[in-house]
């Protein structure tokens, strides 16, 4: 008996998102469920929260920045941060928001395609043309993407999924919500997992 | 052959340092080392990254008393989180200072009473006699205690540790260090595992 979707919520800039990227599919197939793969905009989160990006902050950012490698290596995901970070991530969201138009489970192949662009492989992912070309390497049509970005209801999408995510509490990334419950960070798989499990604990 | 200790930085009012308060001995035992607690003025370190207690922060306020509760049902530890929180944990981490003076093991002992205490038993832990009680329950010279919280050699021993604490780059709590390598949180118990089994990954 399937239960409800699972809400995945991330950021394109979150390293930790980017991770959970990887896993979420298989973890919730393991307990018969679905995900719905929500990107947001953490830089218009953090208008509301107060938040700042993790490079930024004294100490922490060190921190930070050796916590991601050693994350990506703990759970066996290559990861080589960006030049340029965090950049944003609006038109690969929008990209991500327009394929789950077309299709839920190809949108997550072309949303793990760009993270794997922007956090692996160092390419853009800010530019149209560049979503683009990813989008058409995940077996998208070029020019149907570059429609689908300019679409004012595809933007509204977007918009509406950050003034929910902000409605139900999300304040980082990833930030995957079960049955109302709600766990904040690849380090609470653990518990997501044990979640599934049990029904709560 | 064991390697140097395991440097276990944390603050009285963390629930996350007071769950792996319950872990660290011994998980380090398990790998052959032994571990030197330093209590530490999460308040003081605050001032210098510009951090500030979780319960205060928009929306990752609300999720972290959830996810207080939560964590130490998943780790297996009781917790009630205290009326009035945070609170000073000066005399507490003076306490433990001291002990650390006279014996090491019992210095844990006192340091595990005193957590369990405030964040468990709803004991108060800020005046010197509530911790001279506490003390004296976990087997040390009440007299004593009381004279060693008004010791100016054991303030300084704290005034230290925080500064310490601050050039390593210590930003939160619990903050574990294995050789140079640094691990914050309880939730990178699994890393820090992985780390000791492996001497590094």
Redesign the interface.
Known sequence: MAGAPIEFHFDFNSPYGYIAAHKIDALAAKYGRTVDWRPVLLGAIFK????APLPD????G??SK??FA??A??HGVAINMPAKFPFSPVAASRAVWWAKGQNEAKAHALALALFQAALRDGKDVTAPDSVADIAAASGFDRAAVLAGLNDGAVKQKLVDAVDAA?RE????SPYVVVDGE?F??M??F??LE?WLATGG?
């Open positions: 509301v929260t107060g938040g902050l004294p100490l922490k060190e921190y050796r916590d050693r994350s290596r703990f902000i509490g999300v304040f980082g709600p904040w960070g380090d609470r653990d518990q044990r604990f």
